[in-house]
């Protein structure tokens, strides 16, 4: 057991477990150096892959785009995938509090067009609306016609 100094910490302990923790952070800096080393290597025939798509009559700006957002779907794929449960049980629960989640996001967005002036229902309903209106503009043109003795609107009216 060391003895304790002025304020309680012994000078000497600190220097010991200070150096052990140092020297843990002196080679994680020299992996980080060796490791963009190696990424600066593999990164080197970039150029040269990107001029050669450019030469074989890609747009340049449009592919790099595609390529960032390529690279963008592979972590956000492997970042669900990481996330997703792989017990049944939790499983379930997962897919059912996505489910909820992905209804709150249409139930908000079908909101959001409403509130800007869009009809948001669904088509058959769009549909069944104008049949009704149409159908109700003949019986009104049946019923005139009716009234006025022309031929075919009486029997219609039967």
Do not use: S
């Not at 200070?18 to 990424?39: F, R, S």
């Not at 995938?81 to 379930?92: F, I, R």
């Amino acid at each position: 057991m060391t003895a304790a100094k002025g304020n309680g910490i012994d000078p000497v302990v600190l220097k010991r477990w200070t150096g052990e923790v140092l020297a843990i952070h002196d080679k994680l800096d020299d992996q980080k150096i060796a490791n963009l080393n190696e990424c600066k290597r593999i990164r080197e025939p970039l150029p040269d892959l990107y001029e050669a798509a450019k030469n074989a009559g890609l747009p340049i700006k449009a592919f790099k785009a595609h390529i960032r957002i390529e690279l963008a779907q592979r972590k956000f794929n492997a970042a669900v995938e990481k996330a997703t449960p792989e017990d049944d049980e939790d499983l379930e629960a997962f897919e059912a509090l996505r489910a909820v989640a992905e209804a709150g996001d249409l139930f908000d967005h079908a909101v959001k067009k409403h509130d800007e002036g869009d009809d948001v229902r669904p088509e058959f309903l769009k549909q069944q609306e104008r049949d009704r209106a149409a159908a109700k503009k003949n019986a009104k043109a049946l019923k005139v016609g009716a009234l006025h003795g022309l031929p075919g609107a009486k029997a219609a009216e039967a």
